[in-house]
């Protein structure tokens, strides 16, 4: 036990967090191409004179792509490995940008919107499968804040430098000059990155045994001590209200299909997800038409839920690893319940632009404290060869919420003139997103 506990206080090298720089790196490019549509679609709209409902469906068309394409790169993921199918959906993403900039009609946007999600599909199965392969237990839901901290890295940025390409340039320009690091970053990747730290030549055999030997000891460090009291004396009360169980690591892929901790984190996540994708997808459109902001300032103040998401998702895959020992539906029970009470929050919002950005801010900051634990959460229910197939299954079911809610809220802005039934909307999915939380297992 001594010399395994040396070997994971003193790695020899710490590769695996280059690794992660660039899965922050590749998933915030991944961001910045599929939510740029947001800040653009005013423009679109006013050039194509569309309806909120048919603008509505140029973003939920990425979505339908984005969960079509997840299960068969997990299955491929769990065989073949990531490096290579992250490297070309890295490319394929890029090239599905470069082309909307070509569109000439509404219809021609949909359609590469569903090529861009079946290109980016594969990609954060292959990310998340690659945190999974190159970090200890006990290091994975931080691993996972900082990737989740990526999507929300890339919107603060993306509103206000669309806003100023498309009325500088031309909204077109916006997915010209976004395809470009997608390029560069493939090639990265595929150098750089392996699928796993055992076939990587920049890892050193101490860290290797790091990562893998905390695997082995981890049940056995797992209690530990706060004064005279044990963590899971510490946690007793939590423990029994999360419903702690020890639980068989799911093995084959009809268990994957078949487990109500999976297909409860799957449907949850679906809820969750409507929730952060219409409100990406919409809160340009709310800053101009219903609070009456300019289109440069409607670019700042967008984002400011990815301001808030930021620092949400490092912040509560901190939470989950080191403060909760890796309990995960903590962090996901808040997200929903105070999501809720965001909601609330934004239908009586007064107009001035110092309190619409603070709400949208907390909006953000509530909604990702939980979001790494939705990822974190089916490692600890699958093993390292099925996770592929389990996070894919959640991703995919997730992320039809993308498909249905820019829908649904263009669908009651159309019906009523609002946003007010769009911000009960988002409400009422992160209360059934609670619900669902609540009925899922805690892995022990």
Request: charged fraction near 15%.
């Amino acid at each position: 036990m001594t010399s395994i506990t040396m070997n994971l206080a003193k790695p020899q090298t710490n590769y695996r967090w280059v690794v992660l720089v660039l899965i922050f790196l590749v998933y915030a490019v991944n961001y910045a191409d599929r939510t740029n549509i947001g800040a653009v679609l005013p423009f679109i709209i006013e050039e194509f004179q569309l309806s909120n409902f048919e603008a509505g469906s140029i973003a939920s068309m990425f979505f339908l792509g984005y969960a079509v394409s997840q299960i068969p790169a997990g299955f491929w993921i769990s065989k073949k490995g990531t490096r290579g199918l992250v490297s070309l959906s890295i490319l394929g993403f890029s090239a599905f940008t470069w082309l909307i900039g070509t569109a000439t009609s509404a219809l021609a946007i949909k359609w590469i919107r569903l090529g861009l999600g079946l290109s980016e599909g594969p990609c954060p199965v292959g990310l998340a499968s690659t945190i999974n392969n190159w970090f200890p237990p006990k290091e994975k839901a931080t691993a996972t804040g900082v990737y989740i901290a990526s999507t929300m890295f890339a919107p603060i940025l993306v509103p206000p430098l669309a806003v100023w390409i498309s009325l500088t340039y031309g909204w077109r320009w916006v997915f010209f000059s976004f395809a470009i690091p997608g390029i560069v970053l493939a090639l990265v990747w595929y150098f750089l990155v392996k699928s796993k730290p055992e076939e990587s030549q920049f890892v050193s055999e101490s860290e290797l045994k790091y990562i893998r030997a905390s695997e082995q000891v981890d049940t056995s460090t797992a209690i530990k001590p706060v004064g005279n009291i044990s963590e899971n004396e510490k946690f007793r009360l939590l423990d029994k209200l999360i419903r702690v169980k020890k639980l068989e690591p799911l093995s084959s892929a009809k268990q994957i299909f078949t487990s109500k901790n999976v297909l409860g984190d799957c449907l949850a996540y679906f809820m969750m997800v409507s929730v952060l994708y219409g409100i990406l997808t919409w809160i340009p459109m709310y800053l101009v038409k219903e609070k009456g902001f300019s289109f440069m300032s409607m670019g700042f103040v967008a984002a400011m839920p990815c301001i808030g998401g930021f620092i949400g998702a490092i912040g509560g895959g901190f939470i989950s690893d080191k403060i909760l020992g890796r309990r995960r539906k903590p962090t996901m029970l808040f997200t929903a319940s105070a999501t809720v009470l965001m909601m609330l929050v934004m239908l009586n919002i007064p107009g001035s632009t110092v309190a619409v950005a603070a709400g949208l801010f907390f909006v953000g900051l509530f909604l990702n404290i939980g979001w790494p634990a939705f990822t974190a959460y089916a490692m600890g229910v699958a093993d390292q060869k099925t996770y592929p197939i389990a996070i894919s299954v959640i991703n995919s079911g997730g992320n039809l919420g993308g498909f249905v809610s820019p829908m649904v809220a263009g669908f009651l802005l159309d019906q009523t003139g609002s946003f007010s039934a769009v911000f009960t909307y988002f409400g009422i999915c992160a209360a059934i997103g609670f619900v669902l939380i609540m009925i899922l297992d805690e892995p022990k």
